[in-house]
């Protein structure tokens, strides 16, 4: 027992214990390729055994932002580590690449096991839909840092591409069809303006919303972000992707046209997939003007992929098939910026 530890404010009985109980989440991610066992100074993984030739390793790192303070609102945290997991593996795939391992951060000002169990259980619960091994990360307790019953949570991930199926956007051409594929609602952008709208509105995360089919707000924007690994991947391997955009902070007008050239542009069908509930309420309780929306928030469409225009209904029934809800939303166009029709 560390006496004057404890009495700094740290406990590491309970940081033990902490161990003991993620020891199966972590178990159940486990990947070809993935060695070692939690407790090790570092995570390994055997990148020989994927039979890949000229390797690229594609990395990324991401928290889930002031999504955290609805979790709090709400004293929910089995989902928040999917959204960290989302946050990364969505922003690799965008590269092509197919996450091989992930790991974790969570610091709070007092750990409390069964709440650091249930967030570990979300991470673990996103790598097994990305397909990733969770090797290892960090629990960090630091009295005086955070509110009682706050943490912050972050993530980290590598993955692995074959040089020669690198997407880096250098064959999206005018002409390329856009597919949208659909979110599952906010994801893990644009809560400080979401947080805003709703204490200027004066409703609670705890109200029913009957535009929301009567579900309170709070479990309709915990809704986990969508993972987009496998699915994707299976599009990748049968269709000639150009380019591939993950929809995040900044929404349309920010993450598409990173995957364009110079003098390229996009059009955008509004009406060609269907904007979510939860963004209608969002724009009205807010007053924000509806173009507008789109340079925040994703507004039901989490990742796109350019290709022929060809080949736009090959990749609809991939993902149709995977039970992802798809659609062609615009075009490659020869004018810069985004055009909303």
């Not at 535009?211 to 972000?225: D, I, K, M, R, S």
């Not at 939860?278 to 724009?283: G, I, N, P």
Request: charged share 20%; proline share 3%; aromatic share 6%.
């Amino acid at each position: 027992m560390a006496a004057s530890y404890e009495k700094a404010g740290v406990n590491l009985e309970a940081g033990y214990e902490v161990v003991r109980r993620i020891k199966q989440h972590v178990a159940s991610t486990a990947r070809t390729g993935s060695m070692g066992n939690i407790g090790s100074f570092g995570g390994m993984f055997d990148l020989s055994s994927l039979g890949i030739r000229e390797p690229v390793l594609v990395s990324g790192t991401d928290g889930v932002g002031t999504k955290l303070k609805i979790a709090f609102a709400m004293d929910k945290h089995d989902t928040i580590g999917i959204d960290a997991v989302a946050m990364c593996v969505n922003d690799v795939l965008a590269q092509g690449a197919e996450p091989l391992i992930f790991l974790d951060y969570v610091a709070l000002g007092h750990n409390v096991p069964e709440k650091v169990e249930a967030i570990v259980a979300g991470v673990a619960e996103g790598c097994r839909q990305a397909g990733c091994a969770l090797v290892g990360g960090e629990t960090a307790e630091m009295p005086g840092m955070y509110a009682d019953g706050e943490y912050d949570i972050a993530g980290y991930t590598t993955g692995v591409v074959e040089k020669s199926r690198l997407i880096d956007g250098s064959k999206v051409k005018v002409g390329d069809a856009l597919v949208g594929i659909a979110s599952s609602g906010v994801h893990s952008n644009g809560f400080s303006l979401v947080r805003k709208i709703v204490a200027d509105s004066g409703h609670s995360y705890h109200d029913p919303v009957p535009e929301l089919g009567g579900e309170t707000l709070g479990a309709v924007l915990l809704t986990p972000t969508r993972i987009y690994v496998r699915q994707v991947l299976d599009v990748i391997r049968r269709c000639d992707v150009h380019g591939v955009a993950h929809i995040t902070g900044g929404g349309f007008d920010e993450n598409i046209p990173r995957i364009l050239h110079e003098g390229q542009g996009l059009e955008i069908r509004e009406g060609s997939w269907e904007i979510l509930p939860v963004f209608r309420v969002l724009e009205a309780w807010g007053g924000i003007p509806h173009r507008e929306m789109f340079n925040i928030f994703n507004m039901g469409i989490g990742m796109v992929l350019a290709l022929d225009e060809a080949d736009a209904a090959q990749a609809i029934g991939i993902l149709a098939s995977h039970g992802e809800k798809a659609s062609v939303i615009g075009r490659v166009i020869a004018e810069p910026g985004v055009h909303i029709q």
